[in-house]
């Protein structure tokens, strides 16, 4: 059979390496900043943060992780390593920042994963370009670490992995055993007992972390490919997968992974396209190039095995009605994707991403001076309005350190943009430095800058400061019904001991605290509220986020224990 022709042409000045120290300071700029020096932020960073804290305090048993004594279904291996290292920097190492470094060395296994996939698949033969009429082709060694630098640029300047990415929850441990997988799938023709390992290992993790029903269909799809592959090293992996399979399945029932949460429909078309098009931007954009200008070869592995991810993950998120964590497991396989067009853009499409990226990031970065400078001089008086309107009682406190790596970050921003938009670069990862730069760019400027005034706006430390005061030393707080973020400050930020328990009103803690929807000035009596003024509860004060005007929590205090103070009846419901 006659081979198909491949789209790819790349000359060897066009395959030559991104500098090592260059793709080093480019990950230690996505990696590090968010890492130190920042709360663990409300909603699902702060959830899997307090169940970690309550493992290693021993308010919850390592075998049925829980806040409040309720107990959740999470996965246990990410929380099991989150408290881990907790009781590892116990005594000299903040409990947020302990939980959260094994979860940035995790994000670090899924960049390099992503590299050595993007690296063994680029040596396959259909992979290789094309020879040149007269020489100078690229050497199938040098072209492969080009298309890897390539992927793993990608990978950085995918927005959605931004936030997510830098978070303490289970998925990020979910996508490392994904992207993983992914290596070892790739790297079979060429490394037999590791890749054997790496998927005896990955399918476990992805199953032990919360995502069994993926871990299996990623385990058949890939047991197909490797049959159908056509050296023999890819096809005996076929068994260890299917040996896997079988390993993830026996795991995943005693660490509590085995939870259904495919949703009944989307509930929101509009809302789903929107996050597909910001969230893996600009991969996504590469991806349907690569997918379109390949077309002949989409059953080849250096395409099959990063389509089998990425579907899988689309295939998850539209279960999940819209879930942008499982979108997030996708991530390794469109950046392969996205690393594939790229020996084969011209420079005209080049152009466009590049002059797009110098417009975007540039407008943002200096969105962010503007307001950093609001924020420190009070002008502009409207940016200082619209943080004032945003952050009501925000005021910051100005240190040298984020001014200065702020400054170096815009310095060495102005001189990317010079270096790409002065000189025409034959290299093939030219398109991409343009997008990881300006995300770690913006990435560093809110983890420097913006970050007195994230943590205000994100973090329950101040209202749990608040709350406590209330509280008197040493004495429980009985919170039934709280939502788990204001648990796990209450236990973390306040240092209190919590009893979210259902029937913890007639427990022994002295003092009650119930989290109550407000409507307008009124706030919403809610049948808790009621029983707790009927069973000698006292209200004593209320507090709530000043960024939120939509709850209300509500402190009471036993009336027994202070005969001459009137008992306060929660208001009645507005109308």
């Not at 000299?92 to 470094?101: E, G, N, Q, Y």
């Not at 490394?191 to 299996?216: F, K, T």
């Not at 853009?345 to 307001?371: E, K, M, P, Q, Y």
């Amino acid at each position: 059979m006659t081979p198909k022709p491949n789209p790819a042409l790349v000359t060897q000045d066009a395959a030559r390496r991104l500098p090592r120290l260059a793709l080093l300071v480019f990950c230690a700029a996505y990696l590090l900043p968010g890492l130190f020096g920042r709360d663990p932020w409300r909603g699902a960073d702060l959830n899997a943060f307090g169940q970690m804290l309550a493992i290693a305090e021993g308010r919850a048993s390592w075998l049925q992780p829980s806040l409040g004594g309720v107990p959740t279904d999470a996965a246990l291996l990410p929380h099991w390593i989150g408290a881990a290292a907790i009781l590892a920097g116990r005594g000299w190492v903040d409990p947020a920042l302990a939980a959260r470094v094994p979860f940035a060395l995790l994000l670090a296994l899924a960049l390099v994963a992503v590299w050595y996939a993007s690296f063994h698949l680029a040596r396959s033969e259909a992979a290789q370009p094309l020879p040149l009429a007269f020489g100078g082709e690229a050497s199938p060694v040098d072209y492969a670490r080009a298309v890897a630098d390539g992927a793993l640029l990608a990978v950085i300047a995918t927005l959605g992995l931004l936030q997510l990415g830098h978070e303490t929850t289970p998925e990020l441990a979910q996508l490392a055993a994904v992207a993983c997988l992914q290596w070892a799938m790739a790297a079979a023709a060429h490394r037999g007992w590791q890749a054997r390992a790496g998927v005896l290992l990955a399918l476990p993790a992805l199953a032990a972390c919360g995502a069994p029903s993926i871990a299996m269909v990623l385990g058949a799809g890939a047991a197909l490919l490797c049959l159908r592959a056509g050296d023999a090293g890819t096809k005996s992996l076929a068994p260890w997968l299917v040996a896997a399979m079988g390993v993830a399945a026996l795991v995943a029932w005693p660490v509590h992974s085995w939870a259904w949460r495919v949703a009944s429909e989307i509930d929101d078309g509009v809302a789903l396209a929107r996050l597909l098009l910001w969230f893996l931007w600009p991969a996504w954009v590469l991806a349907l190039w690569t997918l379109w200008r390949w077309r002949r070869h989409l059953m080849q592995r250096h395409l099959a095995i990063p389509l089998l991810g990425l579907g899988v993950a689309l295939a998850a998120c539209l279960a999940m009605g819209g879930s942008d964590r499982a979108l997030m497991l996708g991530v390794p396989g469109i950046a392969v994707l996205a690393a594939f067009a790229l020996p084969t853009l011209h420079r005209g499409r080049t152009a466009v991403i590049d002059w797009f990226s110098v417009f975007f990031f540039t407008v943002c970065a200096t969105s962010f001076w503007i307001f950093y400078s609001a924020m420190q001089t009070g002008g502009p008086a409207w940016a200082l309005r619209t943080v004032q309107r945003l952050a009501p009682g925000f005021k910051s406190q100005f240190s040298w350190t984020p001014l200065l790596l702020a400054a170096l970050a815009s310095i060495a921003w102005l001189w990317l943009v010079r270096w790409r938009t002065s000189h025409q670069r034959e290299v093939i990862w030219k398109s991409l430095v343009l997008p990881a730069g300006g995300v770690a760019l913006c990435w560093l400027l809110l983890m420097t800058l913006w970050l007195p005034l994230l943590d205000y706006v994100r973090s329950n430390r101040p209202l749990a400061e608040r709350l406590v005061r209330q509280v008197p030393a040493g004495a429980c707080i009985a919170a039934p019904g709280a939502p788990p973020s204001l648990v796990a400050a209450l236990e973390f930020h306040g240092r209190r001991r919590v009893d979210a328990t259902p029937g913890a009103a007639r427990g022994r803690c002295p003092v009650l605290m119930m989290e109550l929807q407000q409507r307008g000035p009124e706030v919403a009596r809610s049948a808790a509220a009621a029983a707790a003024a009927s069973r000698g509860w006292r209200e004593v004060g209320r507090e709530r986020r000043l960024t939120d005007r939509s709850a209300v929590v509500v402190v009471y205090r036993r009336a027994d224990a202070d005969p001459a103070a009137p008992r306060v009846t929660p208001p009645a419901p507005s109308r």
